[in-house]
């Protein structure tokens, strides 16, 4: 009997997890649980000094701040859990696992973020092989983080994505990658350039010039909504009924372009009197 090759389409989908799997940052949550005050100035800080690679702040804090010395791995466990994380992720999850007719995508989460965290937050709907965030080395008698061992922040994004594309024997122009923020701008800018497909769920104008597509929603399976678009090339029809067979309604679908323009004074703006009206309004 001839056995029939296997026709089922794969598509590699890589998602970040602070802020696009989730509603708060796990840096936040953790340095409440610690009481550590101004978190977010120190972020912002080393962010303009340009200290680390952009996403790769709280790695650098754990290892270095004085106030977060305290940090052992229970903490960040604990602090996984107590992640908000967007609705719908296990349905989100669950979809892609099952995959479509004639197509299968193997979901990972690539994150900055410490492993321990995305882990516990992702716990019964990621597996924690699936996982990637910073690696840290503990002390084996206080606990203490003693050494950052990796980060996929940045480049490193790109080289978790590359040894994934390896060990699947997945084609670059098969990789998704979805994202929120300026930490995930190294990585959508080397996917696009393999023709691969990127999707930005943030209103950041870093992100979303580089996005292929940008989706806007407090429910992660609205990502699916390009996917199933521009990938498995289904109709708003075909999508719609899609989401109702997992009891959900599209019930605000709103496909918009969206310009940002600014605009700066002229010099010489006095020169143009045919602008203003006599009681100085300008008339157009």
């Not at 001839?2 to 026709?7: E, F, H, I, Y």
């Not at 983080?145 to 699947?168: C, D, F, H, M, Y």
Request: with cysteine.
């Amino acid at each position: 009997m001839v056995k029939l090759a296997d026709t089922t389409t794969e598509y590699l989908v890589a998602s970040d997890f602070d802020k696009t799997l989730s509603f708060n940052d796990s840096g936040l949550v953790l340095s409440e649980i610690m009481d550590v005050p101004d978190f977010e100035k120190k972020v912002e800080g080393l962010a303009r000094i340009n200290l680390v690679q952009q996403g790769a702040e709280l790695a650098y804090l754990l290892r270095h701040d004085p106030a977060f010395r305290r940090v052992r791995r229970e903490h960040l466990i604990e602090a996984g859990k107590r992640v908000r994380l967007k609705y719908s992720v296990e349905l989100f999850a669950e979809a892609l696992a099952s995959g479509l007719p004639g197509y299968h995508f193997p979901f990972y989460v690539i994150s900055a973020g410490p492993a321990e965290v995305v882990r516990s937050a992702l716990e019964g709907i990621v597996p924690p092989d699936h996982v990637f965030g910073t690696e840290f080395e503990f002390d084996a008698a206080t606990g203490e983080i003693s050494n950052v061992l990796r980060v996929p922040a940045g480049s490193g994004k790109v080289t978790v994505l590359q040894e994934l594309e390896a060990r699947l024997q997945m084609s670059p122009d098969h990789t998704i990658y979805m994202g929120d923020g300026s930490s995930d701008l190294y990585v959508m800018q080397h996917v696009n350039s393999r023709d691969g497909h990127t999707i930005a769920v943030s209103e950041s104008k870093s992100v979303g010039r580089i996005a292929k597509r940008t989706v806007l929603s407090d429910n992660a399976l609205s990502v699916l909504v390009p996917i199933l678009e521009d990938i498995v090339k289904w109709d708003s029809v075909q999508i719609r009924e899609w989401f109702a067979s997992y009891g959900l309604a599209l019930q605000d679908w709103d496909k918009i372009r969206t310009d940002w323009i600014t605009f700066h004074e002229s010099h010489r703006r006095g020169s143009r009197k045919s602008w203003c009206s006599g009681n100085g309004r300008r008339a157009f």
